[in-house]
């Protein structure tokens, strides 16, 4: 497997009931990078994305086929954690969830649950996503204060700290920005460039501007299908499928 | 959206026409002035360089308009920034015009030292040159396209032909010496108007394939 290669999709499909909407999908995602899926809606990238920390479960009647490889190594297999899968490749949704607790609780919350740790060690762990979310300097003197003080913005920020907090090495973001003014777009926008030097960014952007601004590479997804994949001046420069052309210049979706 | 943003490519498209057009004629004007040593033709064609250059800029204007209200990508973009090259070299072709119709306002109605041939039709090649390039752009046609990239070595070996010639006139005669300096300018300035067709070519060809001599540039 080549060098800086993190996951790698191989002839994967996936079934609702009986109905399939990924259709044999083969794709290898690098690290330090910012990938993005885009396409119109019921194109499967929410469920790709739910299926490389395999939150699909949660759903019944869901199947499977192919094979996804995070270094190499299936997250199928039967002897791997799935709980330690979902912290090494954490996940960060359109509308964000606070818990009703206070701000540093909120990031506290998984490395408390993860295993015993000193005080000292969980607020330098507080305190280092904080900052790696970019919020630290917001909340820094009112880390009590309840997290549904927060403004929208805020809050999905300290919904990527709630992922950082647990150490992942792939952080995923699920149309994040959809519902957010463009400042704090631009700050999150920010904070992912600088994450991606120690991370690998998986995004499907909510739309195709920010999947311009920040992505290294693209991938383009029609009815389950991956339509082309390339870096993002291939797809969004001179994309070779005409039906990528025509999505992101607007003539449908 | 899209509708009204596909009406503002095909006004651009038909400025980039228009303003085509006018150094077409240009050029055609520049030959009439040159063989019938017209002064007052040439000196027209020298006012006529402000209409073209007001096109350029309200061109330039309408591109950076439809960047920010739109942020072209794909296709959309490569024919925005497309028009952006072209245009500096349609005006550049223009300003030739009026470079060689300068010289002839010199020359004053002078006889000339020799029957202009090979000029002239210098000035035939490359005006269909730059017509074509145009045609190419906005009916997307890469083979015609390739065809006034071709054409070009027609103008070069004309360009040789002219001062070969005049070469001959001098060493025969010094006293040509004047007028052979103006000559081999004008045919200069014919040959570098085949090359900025040329380029319009080039960048009609990135437009549709993403590629700029053979170079990838998107």
């Not at chain 1, 009931?17 to 083969?26: C, G, M, P, S, T």
């Not at chain 1, 609780?105 to 998984?110: K, R, T």
């Not at chain 2, 308009?65 to 490569?78: E, F, G, N, Y």
């Not at chain 2, 045919?187 to 070519?201: L, M, P, Q, S, T």
Request: net charge negative; with cysteine.
């Amino acid at each position: 497997m080549e060098e800086n290669i993190k996951i790698e999709i191989k002839d994967f499909s996936f079934l609702y009931h009986k109905k399939q909407v990924i259709h044999n999908l083969n794709l290898k995602i690098h690290k330090n990078e910012i990938t993005s899926f885009f396409g119109p809606a019921n194109g499967g990238v929410t469920t790709l994305l739910r299926s490389l920390n395999r939150l699909f479960e949660l759903n019944h009647d869901t199947h499977t086929k192919g094979d996804i490889l995070i270094d190499g190594k299936s997250i199928f297999d039967p002897d791997s954690s799935v709980t330690e899968l979902r912290r090494k490749v954490g996940m960060v949704f359109e509308i964000p969830a606070p818990l009703p607790i206070s701000i540093f609780d909120n990031v506290a919350y998984g490395p408390r649950l993860k295993k015993k740790k000193s005080k000292s060690e969980i607020n330098d762990v507080v305190e280092q996503a904080l900052k790696q979310a970019a919020l630290w300097d917001d909340v820094k003197d009112r880390l009590k204060a309840p997290a549904m003080s927060l403004s929208g913005g805020q809050q999905q920020r300290l919904c990527i700290a709630r992922v950082l907090a647990l150490q992942p090495e792939v952080i995923m973001l699920d149309r994040a920005c959809s519902g957010l003014d463009p400042i704090s777009t631009a700050k999150i926008e920010e904070s992912l460039f600088q994450l991606k030097e120690e991370f690998t960014i998986v995004i499907a952007p909510h739309n195709v501007q920010q999947a311009i601004r920040i992505s290294d590479r693209a991938a383009f997804m029609l009815m389950g299908h991956l339509i082309e994949a390339g870096t993002s001046d291939e797809v969004f420069g001179s994309p070779k499928d005409q039906r990528t052309n025509d999505y992101i210049t607007g003539r449908f979706g | 959206m899209r509708k009204q943003f596909d009406k503002q490519l095909e006004n651009l498209n038909a400025k980039l026409v228009e303003m085509s057009e006018a150094v077409e004629q240009a050029i055609a004007n520049t030959n009439t002035a040159l063989t019938t040593r017209n002064t007052e033709l040439a000196k027209e064609i020298i006012a006529c360089d402000d209409d073209i250059d007001a096109m350029e800029k309200e061109i330039e204007s309408l591109c950076l308009k439809l960047i920010i209200q739109q942020q072209p990508v794909a296709s959309d973009l490569r024919l925005v920034s497309a028009v952006l090259k072209i245009l500096t070299d349609v005006e550049r072709i223009g300003d030739h015009a009026s470079d060689i119709s300068e010289i002839i306002c010199m020359m004053n109605g002078k006889e000339y030292i020799k029957k202009l041939e090979d000029i002239p039709q210098m000035a035939e090649v490359t005006q269909k040159m730059v017509h074509d390039s145009i045609v190419a752009f906005v009916s997307k046609d890469i083979e015609l396209a390739k065809e006034v990239i071709a054409t070009d070595d027609k103008v070069d070996d004309l360009f040789v032909a002219v001062k070969d010639e005049l070469i001959v006139l001098i060493n025969n005669n010094q006293e040509n010496g004047d007028q052979a300096i103006d000559l081999i300018m004008i045919a200069k300035y014919f040959e570098r108007i085949g090359d900025h067709a040329v380029n319009i070519a080039e960048w009609v060809i990135f437009s549709l394939t993403g590629f700029h001599k053979d170079s990838r540039v998107m």
